[in-house]
C-alpha cells in the first residue's frame, strides 16, 4: 500500500479537514482505517483489508 500521513482518526479531525486537495490518511490506533478526500472535496472513511487471496480490499464506513 502506498505511503501516507497516519495520525488519530477522530470526529475533530474530519471535521477541520482541509478539502482543497486529495488525501489518503491512516488513523494511527486502528489498522486499516482511512479518511479519504476526494478531488471534490468529499470526506470518506473506510476499512482497508486483504481478502482470503491476498487481494486488498477497502469498505466505505461512512461519509
Request: aromatic share 4%; with cysteine; glycine share 8%.
Amino acid at each position: 500500500m502506498a505511503n501516507h500521513a497516519t495520525f488519530k482518526i477522530e470526529q475533530a479531525l474530519v471535521q477541520h479537514l482541509d478539502t482543497s486537495i486529495a488525501r489518503v490518511g491512516a488513523c494511527n490506533r486502528l489498522s486499516g482505517f482511512v479518511v479519504r478526500v476526494s478531488a471534490s472535496g468529499a470526506i470518506t472513511l473506510a476499512c482497508r483489508y486483504l481478502d482470503p487471496t491476498g487481494k486488498a480490499k477497502r469498505v466505505t464506513v461512512g461519509r
